[in-house]
């Protein structure tokens, strides 16, 4: 027989529920007061809530990976879509005032959705995407840009202006600057210039007061940190002033794909780890490796793309090529000659001749899908026989579903120190892997399968890897790495993964939230933590 106890428990529940909806409602309707009031009437046009008609294709637009596109994904309580500093000051405030986290996008191709996505529910999303404002000064090489601005809105801003000047960031043109750079931002010209914070000379962020810095106002520990310490956990960058880098008026690329087997693959790809050592500071080089179809029952083949950027023309680099890595077989033929704007379309893989006004768009070439991936960092060649082991591992998913790169470090990224910025990936990496796997089966069965299959993977990985610590790459975000304890991580927890991504860095990332941000408001699952008073 129940007692009376158990009787209320289901009650108690349904009560606390509803109550726990009317509070929502209530602040809702709270928050939503304070930010007019804070900023009269004209935030009310970029406002978006469930209840508007283009809420959901405002959340959707800019998310890239259906795991967080789904009923079950927590959604926002509303989505400001900004199109000015006072807009994110008016949310910063107002979410403060009614205990509400945020969110902050620019892009929306992180890979754990944590600029759209909250464990701790309500939450609200500041939007970039109205402010891409890109002013370029070719005489000074310099350039602001706002941070909803895509990196390929950067590249084509710049050569309005110029042809010989380039900011070295990724090959992905939709991805938001703001993320980015907040992360480090590698790039196809790092091994010539380094990284994209490596040029980065001044911003403007908003802090958890919602006054507006630069870098004189900020100091120089907050500019440090905010130049690759991640998004959204010392405060809202709004605008980077970039030092733009010459580029000759003709640079050289190339993509050539090879069809392997599993021991032609592994003797190709161990002789370039020890090839890029040897490479001019002037060309770039990432290998896409893929799993390939055989005819022979049984037989493991793979497909590998070896794409390069030379700032140069095509006979010095064949010439380099020789000397170098003449195993690749590179021939004139597989070179082309083109300005440094058209190679930002070409690493794109847009067809030959494509306008660049296809930089412009924010729409990705490719469908979304369902996706993981996770990173590593190679200090010594890895042996024949493990990468072997790599090859039989890629056989056991369809062809195409799961893709490796390789992309060579070194160069001008030796000589850069650890501690300059907090992206320590510095001397002694040989090259970088990105591990990504795609599916587009829905359901918690496929999801156990692929990712159980890539952190498989990346377990095998680990005797062949940096460590002490087994680095990883922040805007390769991993939550497999750690999360923290809904907001309230301790420095202990948080250096099991901050480490990974900063290095020895993480300890000054620490102090500097410590001091722009004692109480963690901006925070995500894997942000930064304060030490505790």
Request: proline share 4%.
């Amino acid at each position: 027989m129940n007692s009376p106890s158990s009787l209320m428990i289901p009650f108690l529940v349904i009560f606390l529920f509803s109550f726990s909806r009317l509070a929502s409602a209530d602040r809702h309707e709270d928050f939503l007061q304070c930010l007019e009031s804070q900023n009269f009437n004209s935030i009310s046009k970029v406002i978006y809530t469930p209840i508007n008609s283009s809420y959901s294709s405002v959340l959707q637009f800019s998310i890239r990976n259906l795991r967080f596109n789904t009923s079950e994904t927590p959604k926002p309580l509303v989505i400001v879509t900004a199109l000015n500093v006072a807009h994110i000051q008016a949310t910063i405030m107002c979410s403060q005032k009614h205990g509400l986290e945020i969110r902050v996008r620019s892009g929306g191709h992180d890979y754990e959705g944590l600029s759209y996505v909250a464990v701790v529910v309500p939450f609200v999303v500041i939007d970039l995407i109205n402010m891409r404002t890109v002013t370029v000064d070719a005489a000074s090489k310099t350039a602001w840009i706002q941070t909803g601005a895509t990196l390929g809105e950067v590249y084509y801003g710049i050569a309005e202006k110029s042809r010989t000047l380039a900011f070295p960031a990724g090959v992905c043109p939709t991805v938001g600057s703001g993320g980015h750079i907040s992360g480090g931002g590698t790039s196809m010209i790092m091994r010539k210039y380094g990284i994209a914070v490596d040029h980065i000379i001044d911003a403007q962020v908003i802090d958890v007061k919602g006054r507006i810095l630069d870098r004189a106002s900020m100091g120089e520990d907050l500019f440090w940190a905010i130049r690759g310490g991640g998004g959204n956990t010392f405060g809202v960058v709004v605008a980077w002033k970039l030092e733009l880098v010459p580029v000759p008026a003709s640079v050289t690329v190339f993509n050539v794909t090879r069809i392997l087997t599993k021991q032609d693959a592994s003797k190709l790809i161990h002789r370039w780890q020890y090839a890029i050592k040897k490479f001019d500071d002037d060309l770039f080089s990432r290998i896409f490796i893929w799993g390939a179809n055989s005819n022979q029952e049984g037989k493991i083949m793979i497909q590998a793309a070896f794409t390069s950027l030379y700032l140069g023309g095509v006979d010095r680099l064949l010439s380099l090529m020789q000397e170098s890595f003449p195993e690749l077989g590179l021939v004139k033929e597989d070179c082309i000659e083109m300005s440094w704007i058209e190679s930002t379309v070409y690493a794109a893989q847009f067809p030959r001749n494509s306008s660049l006004d296809v930089l412009l768009s924010r729409i990705p070439r490719y469908s979304n899908t369902f996706f993981k991936g996770k990173s590593d960092f190679v200090r010594e060649p890895i042996p024949e026989i493990a990468l072997d082991g790599i090859w039989e591992r890629l056989s056991q998913v369809d062809d195409q579903l799961a893709e490796l790169q390789f992309t060579a470090f070194g160069g001008k990224m030796d000589e850069i120190a650890e501690s300059s910025t907090p992206f320590p990936h510095r001397a002694g990496t040989l090259y970088q892997i990105h591990y990504a796997i795609n599916w587009n089966e829905e359901g918690i069965e496929a999801y156990a399968k692929y990712t159980s299959w890539i952190r498989e993977l990346y377990s095998y990985m680990a005797p062949y890897v940096s460590k002490n610590p087994r680095r990883a790459y922040v805007n390769y975000r991993d939550l497999d790495l750690g999360v923290d304890n809904l907001g309230n991580t301790s420095y202990k927890q948080a250096s099991i993964w901050g480490i990974k991504y900063f290095k020895n860095n993480f300890d000054r990332l620490v102090h500097v939230k410590t001091a722009v941000d004692p109480a963690n408001f901006f925070r995500n699952e894997q942000s930064i933590p304060p030490l505790s008073s």
